[in-house]
């Protein structure tokens, strides 16, 4: 019996994890998929129904690079709206980004990856293209020195 994903309803709930070094850069992959393919994230995916946001973040980055992350914090939301499923359905995804310390592993890329890249923020900012969700967060929260970052503030612009 072969099971099908439910059509998009609603937005989807997504986390995406912003995987830091001892060098202060950051783990960007590029998309390979039916929807958002060629376009710069950070490692991670859809929350399942009743899993909770760090749990699906763990997973996610684990099936996806393999490596093994610890989350440190919080650091703000993005939004893509109106993006195309495979199916040429639009959807909106929602998701919400975690600050996290890489703990061990050696990267492999899966099935949904084509390339990564480490990087500061900075850098990473100018990638093109970036999905729209990221590029919303961009926009709402500042790409801020790695001190800032760590030291649990989040700052949003005016």
Known sequence: ?????????????TVQAMIRKNTGQYLAVKRNGAAGTGSWE????????????EKALEREVKEGTGLKVSIERFVG??????????????YD?????????LIKGKLRLDHETSDHKWAGLEDIMEFRPLGRPVQDFFGKFMAIPHELL????AIIKE
């Open 77 to 90: 939301w993005g939004q893509g709206s109106g993006l195309t499923a495979g199916d040429g359905k639009p």
């Open 150 to 153: 760590t030291g649990g503030r």
């Open 1 to 13: 019996m072969f099971l099908r994903k439910p059509a998009v309803e609603g937005p989807l709930l």
């Open 42 to 53: 950070f490692p991670g995916g859809r929350v399942k129904p009743g899993e909770a946001l």
């Open 93 to 101: 995804r929602f998701v919400m980004f975690f600050e996290c310390r």
